[in-house]
C-alpha cells in the first residue's frame, strides 16, 4: 500500500473525504496549517493512483498524537488504516517512552477495535466532549 507525505496538492481529496465521512470539520487552512508543522506527519495511502485515505500525527515524543485517520469507505476493511497507523507509529521510540495518544468516539467501535488490535489501550473518558453529546474514549499506546 503506497504511503506517502501528504502535500497541497492532496487537499481537495482530503477535504472531500472528510466530507464523505461527516467526522470532523477542518477546513483547508487548518490541513494548511499541518502541512506546515515541523512536528506534523500528514499521510496518504493511494491505491493504483485512487486516493484511499489519510492520516495526521502531532510526533512530540512521549506525548505524540493521532489527530485524525479516514479511510474511503471503497477501500475500507483492506488494511489501510492499519498501514497508516503503523506509518506513524513506526516513527515512535516506544524504548524512550514515546507514547501516542488519540481520543474516539465512545460509539465507534470499528475504530476502537483497530486501536485495541494494534496495542492502544483506553485509559479514561470525556463525557459530553463532541458537539451531539457522545462521550470520548481516551487511548494510549
Not at 488504516?81 to 515512535?92: F, N, P, T, V, Y
Not at 485509559?123 to 453529546?133: A, L, N, V
Request: proline share 3%.
Amino acid at each position: 500500500m503506497p504511503i506517502r507525505p501528504m502535500t497541497e496538492a492532496d487537499l481537495p481529496s482530503v477535504l472531500a473525504l472528510q466530507n464523505t465521512l461527516g467526522f470532523q470539520k477542518w477546513n483547508e487552512k487548518q490541513f494548511i496549517s499541518e502541512l506546515r508543522a515541523s512536528y506534523a506527519l500528514c499521510l496518504v495511502d493511494e491505491e493504483a493512483g485512487t486516493f484511499a485515505g489519510y492520516a495526521i500525527f502531532h510526533l512530540m515524543g512521549s506525548d505524540s498524537e493521532l489527530l485524525t485517520i479516514a479511510v474511503d469507505p471503497k477501500f475500507q476493511r483492506k488494511g489501510i488504516a492499519s498501514s497508516l497507523l503503523h506509518e506513524g507509529l513506526d516513527k515512535l521510540n516506544r524504548e524512550n517512552g514515546d507514547h501516542c495518544f488519540l481520543e474516539v468516539r465512545q460509539g465507534n467501535n470499528h475504530a476502537r477495535s483497530l486501536y485495541e488490535k494494534h496495542g492502544f489501550l483506553a485509559y479514561s473518558q470525556r463525557e459530553r466532549y463532541y458537539d451531539d453529546g457522545e462521550t470520548a474514549i481516551l487511548y494510549k499506546w
